[in-house]
């Protein structure tokens, strides 16, 4: 099963040129892929419907969106159109059910700041439902990271979307179908913004100075890591000078950790200012 995560700067390269086939290409091999930054509507992408047009760039996907946020693009023609920008994740395998967390956003002063969102979604994987959670963490404070790490660990859900019997059943709330799956299985991917071992990884992989190697029941286990690759998935050139990171990540809970094979980054890819990063599970 090969993993994908993939911020892809709604479709605008390393090149500065706007070309989403060139991301097309890269999720056509995923057999599920968890896409950061997905353009709706927006100028600088000459007003695209990305998941749309993804959507049928990738026809043997099912796809599912969900915008962080959502703001008046309306013309004299389309007077419900939007702007919107958010996660995307596509799968070679049906998509059960979604649902969409904001996570906690702190006003900025300078740098630009904008809302974001962690896209959960359980999909019919052919080893059995998988949750996958899908999110892009905020890119300039620490402590607003930790804080959005926080409410998604937090989350008190114990279900999916619905549980319960249907006691209303000529309205057919259920559609007749069984209570939705909700796994314990699940992946965490996403662009993170943050390095290994930074406060933000260790809140999720605890921290256990004294024990190396030691992990816990309820953390998250990196996959990276567990295949020894060593890798990075974004360069930014400060004062004349490259310099290399990996701000994107791939966790499991600790009963995949078996099934991790392999994990590399396609640092030759031009299609955004990120590489993707697959992972790939038995």
Not at 124 to 143: F, K, M
Not at 201 to 212: A, D, E, F, I, N
Not at 229 to 251: C, M, N, P, W
Request: charged share 20%; net charge negative; aromatic share 8%.
């Amino acid at each position: 099963m090969r993993l994908l995560t993939y911020n892809i700067q709604y479709g605008y390269g390393r090149d500065d040129r706007y070309d989403l086939t060139r991301v097309a290409e890269v999720l056509k091999s995923a057999d599920i892929a968890a896409c950061q930054e997905v353009d709706r509507h927006w100028s600088r992408t000459g007003h695209d419907d990305q998941p749309a047009l993804l959507a049928r760039m990738l026809p043997d996907h099912f796809t599912a969106y969900a915008p962080g946020f959502d703001m008046d693009a309306s013309t004299p023609s389309d007077k419900s159109r939007r702007r919107q920008f958010g996660p995307m994740i596509l799968s070679r395998w049906p998509i059960l059910w979604t649902r969409t967390h904001l996570l906690p956003l702190r006003r900025m002063l300078d740098p630009l700041n904008t809302q974001t969102c962690a896209l959960e979604a359980v999909i019919a994987a052919p080893t059995g439902p998988l949750r996958i959670i899908n999110l892009h963490l905020a890119h300039v404070g620490v402590d607003e990271r930790l804080a959005q790490l926080d409410h998604l660990l937090s989350l008190p859900y114990a279900s999916g979307p619905w549980s319960g019997t249907d006691d209303e059943p000529t309205r057919n709330w259920t559609e007749s179908q069984p209570e939705p799956a909700f796994p314990a299985s699940t992946v965490w991917m996403g662009d993170f913004n943050m390095e290994p071992f930074s406060a933000e990884y260790l809140r999720l992989t605890g921290q256990t100075p004294y024990h190396p190697g030691a992990r816990y029941a309820d953390s998250l286990v990196d996959a990276v890591a567990l295949t020894g690759a060593k890798l990075y998935t974004h360069e930014k050139i400060i004062a004349g000078t490259s310099r290399l990171r990996q701000l994107d990540h791939v966790f499991v809970t600790p009963d995949l950790v078996p099934r991790v094979r392999s994990a590399r980054s396609d640092a030759a890819e031009q299609g955004s200012d990120h590489f993707p990063l697959w992972v790939e599970l038995s």
